[in-house]
């Protein structure tokens, strides 16, 4: 299992200290993406100028969720 950090970045930056752990890389993807469409309708403003920002502690690869 990796511990995942779910960030944001763009208009507002936000840092995950805690992150959370999951057993597979495509539920922490699929997580990411409830968290972008979450935010995308409950903070319109954010919308195609913040990225949800999925990093993981043992890999210096990101994924970049656009709001």
């Known amino acids: ?6 960030g944001l970045c763009g208009a507002e930056n936000v840092n995950d200290p805690g992150g959370f752990v999951f057993e597979h890389e495509i539920d922490a ?3 990411a993406q409830r968290l972008a ?11 195609e100028n913040t990225w949800v920002v999925v990093s993981r502690d043992d890999s210096a ?4 969720l656009s709001l």
């Open 61 to 64: 690869s990101a994924y970049y």
């Open 29 to 31: 993807f699929r997580a």
């Open 1 to 6: 299992m990796a511990r995942f950090f779910f």
């Open 37 to 47: 469409e979450e935010l995308a309708s409950s903070r319109p403003h954010l919308r």
